[in-house]
């Protein structure tokens, strides 16, 4: 037996009684007395700590009503009934079953009770009036434990008159001599134990609809409770109740259909690549498989049916390897083990299929005829060998292992005493979450460069490979799928139905999805043309030959060509486009001191400005002489040394009637207006220079503009 709490008060026992029912205490004993126990029961009644799950001990010697006095307590009788009802008591059989046996005092117990009420009146109603036959029997036998002393003395010549609390040596005698008293009484057989207790029967009672019923009674001595001759116990629950709350740890497991369910597809599956890999191996020489790779979709077949097999280890937990102790660990570990491999050797080889058909688009003809081969194979071995290293790590470091998840407790419809304790089976380690990202890290890098040459590549045809475009279709599907399964997956781990069905399905799809893709044309293409080069001119009608394969490699260099001249033909665009900001500058800036200047007429001007220190030239006009020539470029110097500019317009007479053919323009920036002119004028008397005023020039200007 085992004592799960104590609980004590002094008066108010509601905190006592909160703290058994928080303890879920079931069997409870109390001892009080019967006014404290009226105030137990009315908290035991508030707290609901009664009925069919608790079973109540107390004293046997209250007053059968003492339940009704309920002055006081916050209760009714009508509640303390309640609360009360089923409860059992326990004391002394207080008189002899066989009310005619005679005892050592020569009258029954029957005899007795009728002098006992004669003078104090019925005995149930007498305070101690029911103990007045144990009281009886205890003077008995101090009278007879006295006696054999004082007889025993009395041989030894002494006297219980020579008595003393120092007299150690009588009161050894006086205890043995009670414990070795044995006689019948009124209340039984009366006996002491070496420790001085009365050996006598204990009478168990319950209480039933306000009643108290005796349903048993205890022997100590022989150490036996017996029912024989009493009343029958009831419990109000129909069945004793239990002494604490039951815990039932569940297993949560895969439901049995699912799983079948699953295992079927799979199995089909794995049916279907096989088939796919012998029609691959046996029809390897026909030209439309040939041109396909065909060893790389037997490994991607071999890769699909080892994922599909990792299905049905996925299944297998604590329904089916609960007789094995450590089965769950290694079906964990082989399942990561096979799962990841088989999805590179299913990936790797489409992988190294888009990575060779962007290759081969971006290549020059004499490389890319070095791209096949083993080269195909060294990114799957790379992949496969990258997978090995990261898993054979992992299981040094922190090995897979079975672990126990454990959810809240859940109530049992059909028990209120019994609780199911809900546990889940996961296959983790420790730093399972850093394992994962770096798993899952690689892997991602991998679809997102697949998908990204999948995009690159997926208007191309490429005749070497003529399933290509089929192979970037999976590869899509492949990314979405592990794009959703991964965090979903992650998220409802700790339900088993639907982290499995989930799983299993985004496995059986992608497989599905893929052997159909590039085994289905396949297949209907035997089927269409059974004999070998019937199919040659069907197939190859949709694909490129030699000469159009160079001419699109052609295309392409002169494209890329094109593609640096339009380059260079923006950026001289641009130059262009901030020169002629600078000419609207210049020209805002020369209207701004009255004239209108057209910028065309600027551009020598700019150029001789920032080409200061080289040699400026004067373009001569046709026609005009040498000594003209050098009359002109040395205006030009003298007026760059004062901050002037000059230059040459070529007027038309009938347009500008004041100028000359010969009619040169200073601007000159401290000039009013901005502008000098000059004329050149020839006669047969020579070359002259003619000066115009401000309001001329800039009339003279602005006709020739």
């Known amino acids: 037996m085992e004592i799960g709490t104590r609980q004590s008060f002094v008066s108010d026992p509601s905190d006592a009684v909160k703290n058994l029912k928080r303890q879920d205490a079931r069997i409870i004993v109390g001892l009080f007395y019967d006014e404290t126990a009226t105030r137990v029961f009315c908290e035991v009644f508030k707290n609901g700590l009664y009925g069919k799950r608790h079973v109540w001990f107390i004293l046997g010697w209250y007053e059968n009503d003492w339940y009704t006095k309920v002055s006081g307590i916050?209760?009714?009788?009508?509640?303390?009934?309640?609360?009360?009802?089923g409860h059992f008591t326990t004391e002394a059989l207080m008189i002899n079953r066989n009310m005619t046996q005679r005892g050592i005092a020569g009258i029954t117990p029957e005899e007795f009770v009728n002098k006992m009420e004669a003078n104090l009146g019925k005995l149930?109603?007498?305070?101690?009036?029911?103990?007045?036959?144990?009281?009886?029997?205890?003077?008995?036998?101090?009278?007879?434990?006295?006696?054999?002393?004082?007889?025993?003395?009395?041989?030894?010549?002494?006297s219980l008159e020579n008595f003393n609390y120092q007299r150690v040596d009588i009161m050894k005698e006086i205890y043995a001599a009670m414990n070795s008293t044995s006689f019948i009484g009124v209340s039984g057989n009366v006996t002491f134990s070496q420790a001085g207790d009365r050996i006598a029967?204990?009478?168990?009672?319950?209480?039933?609809?306000?009643?108290?019923?005796?349903?048993?009674?205890?022997?100590i001595s022989a150490g036996k409770l017996d029912f024989t001759g009493h009343e029958k116990i009831i419990w109000p629950g129909g069945t004793?109740?239990?002494?604490?709350?039951?815990?039932?740890?569940?297993?949560?497991?895969?439901?049995?259909g699912l799983f079948q369910?699953?295992?079927?597809?799979?199995?089909?599956?794995?049916?279907?690549?096989?088939?796919?890999?012998?029609?691959?191996?046996?029809?390897?020489?026909?030209?439309?498989?040939?041109?396909?790779?065909?060893?790389?979709?037997?490994?991607?077949m071999v890769g699909i049916s080892i994922c599909l097999f990792s299905i049905i280890l996925l299944g297998l937990d604590n329904r089916l390897l609960h007789q094995h102790p450590n089965g769950f660990t290694y079906v964990c570990k082989v399942r990561a083990w096979l799962l990841t491999l088989g999805f590179t050797l299913a990936y790797g080889a489409m992988f190294a299929k888009v990575w060779t058909v962007h290759r081969l688009a971006t290549k020059a003809?004499?490389?890319?005829?070095?791209?096949?081969?083993?080269?195909?194979?060294?990114?799957?071995?790379?992949l496969v060998v990258i997978d090995i290293l990261l898993l054979g790590i992992w299981e040094i470091i922190n090995p897979l292992e079975r672990r126990m998840a454990e959810f809240p407790l859940e109530n049992f419809p059909s028990?209120?005493?019994?609780?199911?304790?809900?546990?889940?089976?996961?296959?983790?380690?420790?730093?399972?979450?850093?394992?994962?990202?770096?798993?899952?890290?690689y892997k991602g890098l991998v679809l997102i460069f697949g998908i990204f040459l999948a995009y690159e590549t997926r208007s191309l045809k490429i005749k070497q490979l003529n399933d290509s475009r089929f192979v970037g279709m999976s590869i899509y599907n492949v990314v979405v799928l592990c794009l959703i399964t991964s965090p979903v997956t992650m998220i409802i781990g700790d339900q088993q139905n639907a982290s499995f069905i989930f799983v299993s399905l985004a496995i059986i799809f992608c497989s599905f999805l893929t052997m159909a893709l590039i085994f289905i044309p396949k297949l209907l293409t035997l089927w269409k043309y059974p004999r070998e080069g019937s199919e040659t001119t069907a197939l190859t009608e949709n694909y490129p030959s030699k000469e159009e394969e160079e001419r699109l490699q052609k295309l392409t260099a002169e494209n890329e060509e094109i593609k640096k001249q339009i380059a260079e033909k923006e950026d001289k665009i641009k130059e262009l486009n901030r020169a002629l900001q600078e000419r609207a500058h210049l020209r805002a800036a020369i209207t701004a001191k009255g004239a209108a200047v057209d910028v065309s007429l600027l551009t020598p001007l700019m150029q001789n400005n920032t080409q200061a220190d080289d040699t400026s030239t004067i373009e001569k006009r046709e026609g005009t002489s040498d000594e003209e020539g050098e009359h002109q470029e040395a205006a030009l110097a003298e007026s760059s040394e004062v901050g002037e500019y000059t230059f040459t317009v070529d007027c038309d007479p009938q347009q500008c009637p004041m100028a000359t053919p010969e009619s040169s323009f200073i601007i000159d920036p401290n000039s009013d207006s901005g502008i000098h002119s000059t004329t050149n004028t020839k006669s047969s008397k020579g070359s002259g220079t003619t000066t115009m005023g401000s309001a001329e020039e800039g009339e003279l200007f602005e006709s020739c503009l």
């Not at 009714?76 to 009802?85: G, I, P, R």
């Not at 204990?202 to 022997?219: C, F, K, S």
């Not at 003809?365 to 790379?382: E, N, S, T």
Request: charged fraction near 25%; include cysteine; proline fraction near 2%.
């Open 415 to 441: 028990d209120e005493d019994k609780r199911q304790k809900p546990m889940l089976e996961h296959c983790k380690s420790d730093n399972h979450e850093i394992w994962l990202g770096v798993m899952f890290g």
């Open 261 to 300: 369910a699953m295992c079927i597809v799979s199995a089909v599956g794995i049916l279907f690549a096989v088939v796919c890999l012998a029609v691959n191996i046996r029809n390897r020489n026909r030209r439309f498989i040939r041109l396909s790779a065909p060893n790389l979709n037997n490994i991607s």
């Open 240 to 256: 004793s109740p239990r002494d604490r709350t039951l815990i039932e740890v569940h297993i949560r497991t895969i439901e049995k």
């Open 74 to 85: 916050n209760c009714t009788v009508q509640e303390m009934l309640k609360a009360v009802e």
């Open 124 to 158: 149930s109603t007498v305070s101690g009036g029911q103990e007045s036959p144990l009281a009886y029997d205890a003077i008995w036998a101090l009278a007879l434990a006295l006696d054999k002393v004082q007889t025993k003395l009395e041989s030894q010549g002494d």
């Open 201 to 219: 029967l204990t009478m168990v009672e319950q209480m039933i609809n306000g009643t108290y019923r005796t349903v048993a009674l205890h022997d």
């Open 365 to 382: 003809k004499k490389d890319a005829k070095d791209l096949g081969g083993w080269r195909l194979y060294v990114v799957i071995a790379v």
